[in-house]
């Protein structure tokens, strides 16, 4: 597909000059709806180009005749958040190179799974720097503490116990429903190293989340605005996966009030919470969204697609999510984080919108039947065609953002 445009961002957000005008130019090239792509977790910047690449592979076919679209791929340092239980050694380096020595002895750790509490006390304090938390500032019983370095709650997991954790994280995985028979201490700690695979995996979550949202709202929320000034007539279509949606969510925060240069949001598999644009949380009435009513600042729809299928969001992050923000102890809470449905810890990627009066549900069939509303909240049930977390280089899902975008025959 062309024309083609890359744009890069690093942890913070920062990207090499001239990038807006490149993006502008398009508009003189004669495209007047330009479809920007941010992948989710992935190993390397080629392997995002590659993605990028796919998923824009159907769209010409599927554009109305008059049509001048062009492309972009965002391409930020994050890693591949897929249905295994670890990401691979080599990506974790690659997104946190400053973080090699303690990757390399959690990668030692995980490979030898000795039996003993001390491996596991290694293994939570690796975590913990890991994920520059440190547990000299963070009261363990609760995690309403703030962190003066994060400026958010620390979660629970990465301070508590971590054979707890690491059970916990087993039982999950396993479908226990709850604490395995043994307890949390006791015999058969070897099999707790799978659940620390999961808590490795949640803990790099918990950064690529902070990163995510740093580089939407202070990299392409920015370059929007610039694009916008340089060529005001530019439909821009955003269109995230997974961490990258959460990327072009929070790209709403970096806009200006009064400026509009987003025409359409196309959600796909969204890790970020499904409350996220919520004005009132159901549990806590006194509290919104991150996103309160962001989605006013698209002239078009901001369009979640979800699907049960993905059980990386439909299992794991809720049990991340409750332990984030649960100020209980974690074996006290143990029973309503296994096999219970809490809704306050769902992510858009797995039910999608919620709490945001008018939302509009569609299957995707509807969708690619009859189109979606002109602008607000629509939840789209992808479940048909979406079997996995990662699958997300289908035409159908093509075909929804073009539909978002009124761009389609």
């Known amino acids: 597909m062309e024309p083609?445009?890359?744009?890069?961002?690093?942890?913070?957000?920062?990207?090499?000059?001239?990038q807006a005008s490149e993006l502008a130019a398009l508009a003189r090239q004669g495209v007047g709806d330009l479809v920007v792509f941010a992948h989710g977790w992935n190993s390397s910047p080629s392997g995002a180009t590659r993605l990028c690449s796919d998923f824009f592979a159907p769209f010409p076919g599927l554009l109305a005749p008059g049509v001048e679209a062009g492309y972009a791929g965002l391409i930020w340092p994050s890693m591949?958040?897929?249905?295994?239980?670890?990401?691979?050694?080599?990506?974790?380096?690659?997104?946190?190179?400053?973080?090699?020595?303690?990757?390399?002895?959690?990668?030692?750790?995980?490979?030898?799974?000795?039996?003993?509490?001390a491996a596991f006390e290694e293994f939570g304090a690796l975590l913990r720097e890991l994920t520059d938390v440190g547990v000299e500032s963070v009261a363990v019983e609760s995690v309403a503490v703030e962190s003066a370095a994060l400026a958010e709650p620390v979660p629970e997991f990465l301070v508590a116990d971590p054979v707890a954790v690491c059970a916990l994280f087993t039982g999950a995985l396993e479908g226990a429903g709850g604490v395995p028979a043994e307890g949390f201490f006791g015999g058969g700690l070897k099999r707790y190293w799978k659940g620390a695979k999961e808590?490795?995996?949640?803990?790099?979550?918990?950064?690529?989340?902070?990163?995510?949202?740093?580089?939407?709202?202070h990299g392409l929320g920015p370059l929007l605005v610039e694009v916008a000034r340089a060529a005001p007539g530019l439909r821009v279509h955003l269109v995230g996966h997974s961490m990258g949606a959460r990327l072009v969510a929070y790209a709403l925060r970096g806009l200006p009030a009064g400026v509009r240069p987003v025409a359409s949001v196309t959600l796909l598999q969204g890790a970020f919470s499904h409350y996220a644009f919520?004005?009132?949380?159901?549990?806590?009435?006194?509290?919104?969204?991150?996103?309160?009513?962001?989605?006013?600042?698209?002239?078009?729809?901001?369009?979640?697609?979800?699907?049960?299928?993905d059980t990386a969001l439909g299992i794991m992050y809720p049990l991340a999510s409750r332990l984030a923000n649960d100020s209980e102890s974690?074996?006290?809470?143990?029973?309503?984080?296994?096999?219970?449905?809490d809704p306050r810890w769902g992510a858009i990627g797995h039910d999608g919108v919620q709490a945001v009066p008018g939302t509009v549900e569609r299957s995707i069939a509807e969708v690619l039947r009859e189109g979606v509303p002109d602008s607000g909240c629509v939840s789209v049930d992808a479940a048909e065609v979406v079997r996995s977390h990662s699958d997300i280089c289908r035409p159908e899902l093509a075909g929804v953002v073009i539909s978002a975008a009124r761009a389609g025959r």
């Open 4 to 18: 083609y445009r890359e744009i890069t961002f690093d942890k913070d957000g920062d990207g090499p000059p001239g």
């Open 80 to 117: 591949m958040f897929t249905d295994e239980p670890v990401p691979d050694y080599r990506a974790l380096v690659t997104v946190l190179p400053e973080k090699e020595p303690v990757i390399g002895r959690l990668t030692e750790l995980l490979a030898a799974a000795p039996e003993s509490e």
């Open 199 to 217: 808590a490795l995996r949640q803990a790099t979550y918990y950064v690529m989340k902070k990163r995510a949202g740093q580089v939407g709202e």
């Open 278 to 309: 919520a004005a009132r949380l159901p549990h806590d009435p006194g509290r919104s969204g991150s996103l309160r009513d962001l989605q006013r600042r698209v002239r078009g729809p901001v369009v979640a697609c979800y699907s049960r299928h």
């Open 330 to 341: 974690l074996a006290g809470a143990t029973a309503g984080l296994l096999g219970a449905d």
